[in-house]
């Protein structure tokens, strides 16, 4: 039976949310975080800065940096139980984002939510007020506990125990610290903070649609961000930045870039960590991280790798242009999301839980935005099934 509702499979061109947290311009290759381009920020802030941005809509001045700093570092270490659950995750070796999605669940234990604003309030102007003071203890600890979970869970499939967290490091830092035990260096930390500050937010991206779904029930930000992590996870979202790198290293050797990626492409693949469905130019995500990546391989990693990957990267694009001429597939994040992580020495199995590490900042900032509206997502479908059946008994069924 149709309603005469109109049918959008994904919901493409439909507005359901307005915000102030991010904006993604597909044509100009534009982001826009919180009012800052994303090179002016990404580079720039640390992660803690980029958090407080997107929770109180403008940058901390230092009493107030500090404060929050420290607020975020208390909440590091992660309930008791928490670690007895990961560690019976690792018995079974799954997955550290299965395990990620898991160990958020657990993530209200011990702490009662005291939300920031009253249901439904807009400001007089029909504006969303900004507030000033962040008060919700859970947001805190999810943003703050994240980073424990995964390595604790890391090295539990290591077969290691975990390292408590320190809260004399700064967010980037300490998850660095407790993946491996040692402190990071300078430009180690600083390829992370960009890295984390270019994925944190990125419009209304499915992940981040459910968790404002979740939280428009009146649910809580655990549940909100449990789900969220959930649908991050799927190849189509949190993407697989793995494969991109595969192909860097299957290419090993510059002079083989151009044979081996024709090759793919007159088989029918796809070259992973190009193209995308909003951006029709390069990705300025792109352009962050292959910055940042030549900065941490030049001070601190493998710079044969990083020039083998720009060979890669070069070539590829004008495969994929001759290959599908009019298409403009251009390099994506993951590329070289991919590159900076495995630089960092994170194995791949940590890439999409890394990417959950920030954008739960994000995906909290846009549960905060839609509690202010205090409106249930209820969209409708279009019934298409049949109508006026009649009831017979299990034994008569044929
Ligand atoms: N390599 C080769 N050909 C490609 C690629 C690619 N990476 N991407 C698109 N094409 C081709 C398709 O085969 C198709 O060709 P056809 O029309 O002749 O059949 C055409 O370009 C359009 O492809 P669509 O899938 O319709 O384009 P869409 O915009 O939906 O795809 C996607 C976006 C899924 C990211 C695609 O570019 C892709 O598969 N890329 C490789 C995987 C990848 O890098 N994923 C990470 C994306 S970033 C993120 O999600 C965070």
């Not at 011990?110 to 003071?133: F, K, V």
Request: net charge negative.
């Amino acid at each position: 039976m149709k309603n005469g509702t109109n049918f959008v499979p994904g919901l493409e061109g439909v507005v359901a949310a307005e915000t102030r947290l991010s904006h993604v311009d597909g044509l100009a290759g534009e982001l826009i975080i919180s009012g800052f381009p994303l090179v002016e920020l990404a580079a720039n802030a640390t992660f803690e800065e980029t958090v407080y941005l997107l929770w109180h809509g403008r940058l901390p001045i230092a009493a107030e940096l500090t404060t929050f700093q420290h607020k975020l570092a208390a909440y590091r270490p992660v309930p008791p139980a928490t670690l007895a659950l990961l560690k019976s995750v690792a018995a079974e070796s799954a997955p550290t984002m299965d395990a990620l999605r898991i160990g958020a669940g657990t993530l209200s234990l011990g702490i009662s939510e005291e939300r920031d604003w009253e249901i439904g309030r807009l400001g007089d102007s029909g504006n969303l007020p900004i507030s000033q003071s962040l008060n919700n203890p859970l947001a805190f600890a999810i943003v703050a506990r994240f980073p424990t979970i995964v390595a604790a869970y890391w090295r539990f499939l290591q077969g290691q125990e975990p390292i408590v967290p320190r809260t004399d490091l700064s967010h980037a830092a300490n998850y660095l610290y407790m993946l491996t035990g040692e402190e990071p260096s300078a430009a180690r930390v600083r390829g992370l903070e960009t890295y984390l500050n270019t994925v944190v937010d990125h419009g209304l991206n499915a992940s981040t649609f459910a968790a404002r779904v979740i939280i428009a029930t009146n649910s809580d930000l655990v549940s909100a961000v449990t789900g969220a992590v959930g649908a991050l996870k799927g190849p189509l979202h949190g993407g697989a930045p793995g494969p991109a790198l595969d192909t860097v290293f299957e290419i090993g050797v510059p002079e083989r870039a151009e044979p081996v990626l024709r090759a793919k492409l007159e088989a029918g693949e796809r070259l992973m960590g190009f193209g995308h469905r909003i951006y029709k130019v390069r990705d300025p995500r792109a352009e962050v991280l292959a910055a940042a990546a030549e900065q941490m391989f030049a001070a601190d990693g493998d710079m044969a790798l990083y020039e083998l990957a720009k060979e890669v990267e070069a070539t590829a694009v004008t495969l994929l242009a001759e290959h599908k001429p009019g298409r403009n597939l251009q390099t994506n994040v993951e590329f070289y999301t991919a590159l900076l992580l495995h630089g960092l020495g994170l194995a791949t199995d940590l890439f999409t839980p890394t990417f959950a590490i920030s954008r739960a900042a994000g995906w909290i900032a846009h549960c905060l935005e839609q509690q202010r509206y205090g409106r249930l997502i209820r969209p409708q479908s279009t019934y298409i099934g049949e109508t006026g059946l009649v009831w017979q008994p299990v034994g008569v069924r044929g």
